[in-house]
T-cell receptor, first 115, second 113 residues
Framework: QQQVKQSPQSLIVQKGGISIINCAYE??????FPWYQQFPGKGPALLIA?????SEKKEGRFTISFNKSAKQFSLHIMDSQPGDSATYFC??????????????FGKGTKLSVIP | DSGVTQTPKHLITATGQRVTLRCSPR?????VYWYQQSLDQGLQFLIQ???????AKGNILERFSAQQFPDLHSELNLSSLELGDSALYFC????????????FGPGTRLTVL
């Protein structure tokens, strides 16, 4: 059972445009929602994260929007650049006791920013 | 650079063999998580250790096992390897001010022939 659904699977955006990736979750116990960026041959890198007590978090060109009632969150990349071309994963986690926070990942979105 | 190191970077082996993947967490992090990344399954959580003790299990096969040593490095052992075990294996570590934040290593690419 996929607990975090991510869309689209792939995305092509013009340089300078806005990239939008969406995720939806089912488990209401999730209380931490990070986004990871992965370049080919590299490990996922933590990009930005949000907790459900806020509806939006912005860091530079990256913004997370969070809708708790709809159980959805999204990543917006403003002024997209060719260097942003990578695979983006949304994730969700909850504390499961004894120092354990398990991340459940979406399937990923391959973003291509064309000049 | 996340501060998490993994060795080896690449591993090629044959079916039925056994391999060991190694991970060193960021300095000060007590938790180590192992993930498998394949094209069709995405990133799947395998197992977590915290300060030497197993804390959580995900979709880990019985042929796979892990441990965390007193110096906090961790090893993932994969045995009786099958073609389908070919994948990228990542470890991540967390700790310090925020146990939620997991920082990933560069991964080990395992190819089973």
């Amino acid at each position: 059972q996929q607990q975090v659904k991510q869309s689209p699977q792939s995305l092509i955006v013009q340089k300078g445009g806005i990239s939008i990736i969406n995720c939806a979750y089912e488990n209401t116990a999730f209380d931490y929602f990070p986004w990871y960026q992965q370049f080919p041959g590299k490990g996922p890198a933590l990009l930005i994260a949000i907790r459900p007590d806020v509806s939006e978090k912005k860091e530079g060109r990256f913004t997370i929007s969070f809708n708790k009632s709809a159980k959805q969150f999204s990543l917006h990349i403003m002024d997209s650049q060719p260097g942003d071309s990578a695979t983006y994963f949304c994730a969700a986690s909850s504390y499961s006791g004894a120092g354990s926070y398990q991340l459940t990942f979406g399937k990923g979105t391959k973003l291509s920013v064309i000049p | 650079d996340s501060g998490v190191t993994q060795t080896p970077k690449h591993l090629i082996t044959a079916t039925g063999q056994r391999v060991t993947l190694r991970c060193s967490p960021r300095s000060g992090d007590l938790s180590v998580y192992w993930y498998q990344q394949s094209l069709d399954q995405g990133l799947q959580f395998l197992i977590q250790y915290y300060n030497g003790e197993e804390r959580a299990k995900g979709n880990i096969l019985e042929r796979f096992s892990a441990q965390q040593f007193p110096d906090l490095h961790s090893e993932l052992n994969l045995s009786s390897l099958e073609l389908g075990d070919s994948a990228l294996y990542f470890c991540a570590s967390s700790g310090g001010n925020s146990y939620n934040e997991q920082f990933f290593g560069p991964g080990t690419r395992l190819t089973v022939l």
